[in-house]
């Protein structure tokens, strides 16, 4: 899972790549842990979401992808 830019303005694009055939979940999460934003998504053959962050504050936040057992997680800055 990658995090395209990782210094983020108001939008960036998570690519993903997974051996599975179930849906994904998306979490993106404070520098505390706290859920700030969830996106749910059914199973396609795409490997990328555009996450909208332009609402969040400044500063350092996590993206959590979850399907099935897998959970990858990544970091990225909000400028």
Request: net charge neutral; aromatic share 10%; glycine share 6%.
């Amino acid at each position: 899972m990658r995090i395209i830019p990782n210094i983020v303005n108001d939008q960036t694009t998570l690519f993903y790549s997974l051996e599975t055939n179930k849906g994904i979940h998306i979490q993106i999460m404070d520098i505390t842990g706290k859920i700030v934003q969830q996106y749910t998504r059914n199973f396609d053959n795409s490997n990328e979401v555009h996450l909208n962050v332009n609402h969040l504050q400044s500063g350092f936040y996590f993206v959590q992808l979850i399907s099935g057992e897998i959970m990858l997680t990544e970091k990225f800055i909000k400028k």
